[in-house]
């Protein structure tokens, strides 16, 4: 049974850190880039960043540079997203999809897998 599950999410404090998750079963993960999106409600899903397959390469958003690091364990078959310094303005949903490509470039709908979501609240 394929799944693709997220899981870190919670309400944390501004300036705070949370760690994600997103753990896969029933496919090799490294075999694909891996997106981390949000949705804020009201708005439309954005991406926050990007792992590629093989190497690792990774790339953020602007609004979350030098706050998020993404990182996968292959051997793990699982994807991170330490989130640093978070803001109120980080409250969203946050997903998890992979992509069958080295990078993550493609539109929405190409995406094979998409995790369920994990919500992420920032608030004192």
Do not use: H
């Not at 998750?21 to 439309?44: E, I, N």
């Not at 793990?76 to 069958?100: E, F, H, Q, W």
């Amino acid at each position: 049974q394929v799944q693709f599950v997220e899981s870190g999410g919670g309400l944390v404090q501004p300036g705070g850190s949370l760690i994600l998750s997103c753990a896969a079963s029933g496919f090799t993960l490294d075999s694909f880039a891996v997106g981390w999106f949000r949705q804020a409600p009201g708005k439309a899903r954005e991406v926050v960043s990007c792992i590629s397959r093989g190497d690792g390469t990774t790339d953020y958003a602007d609004f979350v540079k030098g706050r998020f690091t993404v990182s996968r364990d292959n051997a793990k078959n699982t994807v991170y997203l330490v989130m640093n310094s978070v803001k109120p303005g980080d409250t969203a949903l946050y997903y998890c999809g992979a992509l069958r490509s080295s990078w993550c470039g493609g539109p929405l709908r190409e995406y094979e897998y998409w995790g369920q979501g994990t919500q992420v609240t920032v608030s004192s």
